[in-house]
């Protein structure tokens, strides 16, 4: 269509001047068209092709002047792209015509003067006798002496713009020999129609531009299209463009519109089908882009992209200007959010998040700061219509725009499974056992991802774990050494939780920690599991340690042939630079005593747990002489107890006891703290209570307490650096029984 206009421009050869305009809406490919339009041209051996001139009214905002403005534009872009002296002659002849057409006021414009000139006098007659009168002036001729002085003043103030223009008209027309308005445009006439070749003036837009604006144009248009050898080429939106002329005097905007245009093309129809190729075309550009691995979403075994893309994301695209706005803030925006060869989302929902932005930005703001309301596989609270979940949803989803709110809906329960079980049920029909595929599959429904594609920043925040950072430690695996080093890394800087944690989401997969490497990961666990800070957070924290046991048993939990798992810990016990992982783990194996755990919740055959033991207390046996400062040392002590036959363990207590130092450092492990809040506190408070019980399994209480008394007398200095838990000990004896209830 573009190269067939382009054409006939350049085959018209009448003399006379010619409007044409292309009609479309806003988006349907009008500018494209003029662009390629004039591409045909310039791109034409034909020697009088048209010389083409853009006119842009929205860098003219002041309309007095858009005459003026126009005819310049014109004046400067002809001498520059005019070929002959001929053509320099008519600029110049054209900046005189615009500096002439500028002085003449239009009718609105004369009808305020007047108007200000009636009101501004008549305000002025009318309150004259007043003010004279309060000065006690009482001589008429001061009354007319200051009613026209004023009056002067009142008409000098408000032609003053007009006398500027007066000026630069009369040095104008000294250039021109005084000629007038009407002899200048008959000589522009008459150059113009000497010229080989056509002006083609281009003004497109023209419907984003006000009311006033509008009837400017055209106004424009009108008055000058007497030109001959000049082709007016408009794009507007024919709708919006008569409903703003509709106010011309006695005539309607429509025939108004077709006084001045004298053909009119409408921009082809683009089927739906051919937007979608253009879209997905553009999409596998920004694809090439990305790690190789983006492509493996839309693998032709994965239905997930074609369930989004029909779930509500396709009706998004109306045009093509549609798919060049998305595209082109896609492309920023996606190339942030993936590290080397690693992504930091799913591609699939990064488009589709991508399209919510640019189409219904009012509900990708509701979303950016949602994340639990999206994302939470938790219980709800309340009957399916009360759910406030699904209010608060149901709200944001009517502040949409109601041509998008339909495929908002459609797209957005298709991103979050969470989303479509409270819509459809009043509860999320997902569980939290769902997060961890998610979350591997980059998936934005997952809690732990979904920061990230409205921070743009990996992780979702500086302080969290990126996407890169995890296969970059689930990599080092394969190498000696390099995963341990990797998980000190992190517990340097305070994440090693937040690693335990995204390790587990890979538990189940064999290609991310295939069990060729249990040794090396299970060793590396070990190794640094007395060196995890106490990251507990609430009393039904686990703590750091508890996630290492979580990997392990989710690991061993997929070999069937669960003597294999036995193996790898009789290898790796004895190699461990760390005791309380060795222990934990053969703990939670253990059989305990009236609580006997089945052959399918173990992950070890039953029949080779006490061998670990036995490895497990010659580890206990190595860490002897640090094992007083281990911060664990209660739970290792309790399983030395549990599973020493020889009862090795009483004469390591014994030597505690003959020890003053290492006796008081012993009585501070049986000090609990648990932080309580009272009425009238603004925080919770740390308390401290003594764990009599526990320290009754190990030592006579008694015989403990004489010792103690005895070191406080003796030893005034020992006593003051144990103070604290001496003095708990002491003061709280008589109260043994009370304290044993809370154990």
């Not at 980059?442 to 991802?449: D, Y």
Request: with cysteine; proline share 3%.
């Amino acid at each position: 269509f573009a190269q067939e206009l382009g054409k006939s421009l350049l085959n018209w050869q009448e003399k006379e001047s010619l409007v044409l305009a292309i009609y479309g809406e806003w988006g349907s490919g009008k500018s494209s068209i003029i662009n390629l339009a004039k591409k045909c041209i310039e791109s034409s051996t034909n020697q009088a092709k048209p010389t083409v001139i853009e006119f842009n009214p929205w860098l003219f905002s002041d309309l007095d002047s858009l005459s003026e403005n126009f005819f310049a534009e014109l004046g400067k872009q002809l001498k520059v792209k005019g070929a002959s002296d001929n053509d320099k002659k008519i600029a110049e002849k054209l900046a005189y015509y615009a500096a002439i057409l500028n002085l003449m006021p239009e009718k609105e414009s004369i009808s305020g003067l007047i108007n200000k000139v009636i009101i501004g006098a008549g305000i002025f007659g009318i309150s004259l006798p007043q003010i004279l009168q309060y000065f006690n002036f009482q001589q008429s001729w001061v009354t007319t002496l200051f009613f026209v002085g004023g009056f002067i003043l009142l008409i000098t103030q408000l032609s003053q713009s007009c006398l500027s223009k007066l000026s630069d008209i009369f040095e104008k027309r000294s250039i021109y020999k005084e000629k007038s308005v009407i002899e200048i445009k008959e000589e522009i006439k008459q150059e113009l129609r000497l010229r080989e070749a056509k002006l083609l003036i281009v003004i497109d837009d023209i419907d984003r531009l006000n009311r006033t604006e509008i009837r400017e144009i055209f106004r424009l248009i009108r008055a000058n299209a007497d030109f001959p050898n000049t082709i007016y080429l408009l794009s507007f939106d024919r709708g919006i463009i008569e409903a703003n002329l509709e106010e011309q005097a006695g005539i309607s905007g429509k025939d108004y519109l077709e006084k001045i245009v004298q053909v009119n093309f409408d921009v082809p129809y683009a089927k739906p089908n051919k937007i979608q190729k253009f879209l997905f075309e553009q999409l596998d550009r920004i694809l090439d882009l990305l790690p190789e691995k983006a492509k493996s979403f839309f693998g032709e075994d994965e239905p997930y992209w074609t369930n989004v893309y029909y779930s509500g994301l396709k009706d998004f695209f109306k045009n093509i200007r549609d798919v060049k706005r998305f595209i082109s803030g896609l492309e920023f925006n996606i190339t942030q959010i993936h590290q080397n060869d690693v992504l930091e989302v799913n591609p699939i929902d990064f488009i589709a998040i991508e399209a919510i932005r640019i189409f219904v930005p009012e509900f990708y703001d509701f979303m950016k700061s949602r994340n639990e309301l999206f994302t939470s596989t938790e219980g709800e609270s309340g009957s399916r219509d009360a759910n406030p979940r699904k209010k608060e949803l149901e709200k944001a989803f009517e502040g949409c725009e109601s041509l998008y709110r339909d495929s908002t809906v459609g797209l957005v329960k298709r991103l979050f499974p969470q989303v479509d079980g409270i819509m459809e049920h009043g509860y999320s029909s997902h569980g939290p056992d769902w997060q961890p595929s998610w979350s591997k599959q980059l998936r934005v429904c997952a809690t732990k991802n979904f920061d990230s594609y409205f921070t743009l920043i990996p992780g979702g925040d500086e302080a969290e774990l990126s996407q890169f950072e995890i296969e970059e430690i689930l990599e080092s695996i394969k190498t000696e050494n390099k995963f341990e080093e990797l998980l000190r890394t992190y517990i340097g800087n305070k994440k090693i939780r937040k690693v335990l944690q995204r390790l587990q989401d890979y538990t189940d997969d064999d290609g991310k920690l295939p069990f060729s490497s249990a040794e090396t990961i299970v060793l590396a666990l070990f190794n640094i599991s007395d060196d995890l800070p106490p990251e507990v957070t609430g009393m039904f924290d686990m703590g750091s340690d508890m996630e290492i046991m979580r990997i392990i048993y989710q690991l061993f939990k997929r070999q069937k042939d669960k003597v294999k798992n036995f193996e790898v810990l009789k290898k790796v016990i004895p190699l461990s630079k760390g005791l309380f992982g060795p222990v934990e783990e053969i703990s939670l194996e253990s059989p305990r005593e009236g609580k006997e755990r089945s052959e399918e919740n173990l992950s070890l055959p039953k029949e080779n747990i006490p061998e670990l033991q036995k490895l497990s207390l010659a580890k206990i046996e190595e860490f002897k002489d640090r094992l007083l400062d281990h911060e664990k040392f209660l739970y290792i002590l309790y399983r030395w107890k549990e599973w020493d036959a020889e009862e090795k363990y009483k004469t390591y207590i014994e030597e505690i006891l003959k020890d003053e130092n290492q006796l008081f450092k012993f009585l501070q492990h049986f000090i609990s703290k648990s932080k309580s809040t009272t009425m009238g506190d603004y925080g919770s408070r740390t308390r401290k209570t003594f764990n009599y019980k526990s320290l009754r399994d190990f030592v006579e209480l008694d015989f403990l307490k004489d010792s103690i008394l005895s070191i406080k007398a003796s030893n005034d200095e020992l006593y003051k650096l144990y103070q604290e838990s001496v003095d708990l000990f002491l003061n709280n004896f008589d109260k043994q029984d009370r304290q044993d209830d809370l154990f």
